[in-house]
């Protein structure tokens, strides 16, 4: 027995491909079966297993649980729920790993598993070694067994233990995410008024895509919290790993900035403590950092490589722009959307200000969203190294943590090769509109060097 995986599905997160075309069931069954012997082989017995709402995992998850049984693991069910629930249940039910089924915040006909193992993420060089195991069908042998627990009212006690927060009225988009039904049970458990949308799970997302790091889906929210005149409103991704925000004026709260305001609490109690955020992170929130006394960091992007980073700085808190914020402060250290959302609340009401005004006195600077460009996947390093290279012979100020990062008399400008899709990445923030357009034009000269077409320019 062995099995060879579509190559386009072992990311560096996780694994992730389109239902029916790149990833079918007997994949699930094969990851089971590859991931069962890497957990056996380090002494795990036992696993945690669950799923998001997508029409098609059921079946994978299915599929999944039969490669692990019979790959040697005894599994625990828990049923559909958001991606930090299962992280929850990883920590809590006395189990050594866990996988989730789900596509995340893709489209609704892509699906996908991400996975732990004793207290890590499997990820990068992991993921590639369980391709290896299918290939060679080196698998254990075994007859797991499978039981069920319902994990979803002590999750939900959990993301409430010891708040303390203000009442406010608050509007919520679930976006028809797994994450619909914890979020229905915990807004009964908040204090205040709270007004959900699409908060029943449908894998077809009829309302909008579920990625509200995306302004345009934030649209449904950004008119709730107008209607309702509401203080703000905080929205989730696919599987609930991922949070974003608008204040009582609709204004987008971006990643960084969420993570400026959840800070300031975390180095009250933890002061001269380790705060990170990625390399696409504004440069404003670690200036904020270092002022309210803590030791900013600036990490490679994507959410295993910034736990892993956590561990080994011991940081009580990191963040990214892609809306993935992590707590081990008073929580288990994964991103967990619906604890940032209860950690917001309790952070805006420990400033004594409301989100509005908190957003309103954020330094002014003017950003770019992220811009992606299309490169063949051969060249994607190599136009980052041949961009470092050419910076270097000028003498720039570059840091290099993941691709570059460049500051200068304006502000600053990033270009990374993006780990999960053959694109390069690049924005820019400045102090105005000249300064912004001064960066994109070196940064389109940079790549126009290296035979890239240009991105649009800013507007």
């Not at 890497?38 to 795990?44: C, D, F, I, N, Q």
């Not at 999944?64 to 039910?93: K, N, Q």
């Not at 409430?160 to 679930?174: C, K, Q």
């Not at 736990?307 to 940081?315: F, L």
Request: glycine letters at 12%.
């Amino acid at each position: 027995m062995s099995h060879e995986f579509h190559a386009s599905i072992l990311r560096e997160y996780d694994v992730r491909g389109v239902v029916g075309d790149t990833l079918h069931p007997a994949d699930a069954r094969a990851l089971g079966r590859s991931y069962a012997a890497l957990a056996t082989s380090e002494g795990t017995k036992k696993v945690a297993v669950g799923r998001d709402g997508r029409t098609h995992s059921p079946e994978l998850e299915a599929a999944l649980i039969e490669g692990l049984t019979a790959g040697g693991l005894d599994v625990v069910r828990i049923g559909m729920g958001p991606s930090p629930m299962l992280y929850y249940a990883t920590a809590t039910l006395g189990v050594d790993g866990g996988l989730q089924v789900t596509g995340s915040h893709n489209p609704a006909d892509y699906n996908g598993c991400k996975m732990l193992l004793k207290g890590r993420s499997v990820f990068g060089a992991e993921i590639q070694d369980l391709g290896r195991r299918a290939r060679e069908g080196a698998w254990s042998e075994g007859k797991g067994t499978v039981t069920e627990a319902d994990v979803i009212d002590a999750y939900v006690d959990r993301l409430v233990e010891g708040f303390t927060g203000n009442a406010y009225r608050i509007g919520w988009d679930a976006g028809n995410g797994a994450g619909g039904p914890v979020l229905e049970k915990l807004v009964k458990r908040l204090p205040g008024e709270h007004f959900t949308i699409f908060t029943n799970v449908d894998g077809n997302f009829p309302n909008h895509h579920p990625d509200p790091t995306v302004e345009a889906n934030l649209a449904d929210l950004k008119k709730l919290v107008a209607e309702k005149n509401l203080d703000f409103g905080i929205a989730f991704d696919g599987d609930a790993d991922r949070i974003g925000a608008v204040d009582g004026e609709g204004r987008v709260i971006w990643g960084d900035q969420l993570l400026m305001i959840l800070a300031a609490p975390v180095l009250k109690e933890l002061p001269g403590s380790t705060i990170i955020a990625d390399v696409k992170a504004s440069q404003t929130l670690f200036d904020r950092i270092a002022e309210m006394g803590g030791k900013p960091l600036m990490w490679k992007t994507g959410h295993s490589l910034i736990k892993s980073k956590m561990k080994e700085t011991g940081a009580p808190l990191a963040g990214e722009m892609s809306g993935h914020i992590f707590f081990k402060h008073r929580w288990y250290g994964f991103d967990d959307a619906l604890y940032a959302a209860v950690r917001l609340i309790g952070a805006v009401s420990e400033s004594g200000k409301s989100l509005t005004q908190l957003r309103s006195e954020m330094p002014i600077s003017v950003a770019t969203p992220e811009m992606r460009f299309q490169v063949d996947e051969t060249r994607k390093f190599a136009v980052v190294d041949e961009v470092a290279a050419r910076l270097k012979a000028d003498g720039a100020s570059v840091d290099a943590t993941d691709g570059v990062r460049v500051n200068t008399a304006d502000g600053w400008w990033l270009l990374r090769a993006s780990n999960t899709q053959d694109v390069l990445v690049a924005r820019a923030e400045a102090k105005d509109e000249a300064g912004l357009h001064r960066l994109m034009t070196t940064i389109n000269n940079q790549l126009q060097a290296s035979g890239i077409a240009p991105v649009e320019a800013a507007h």
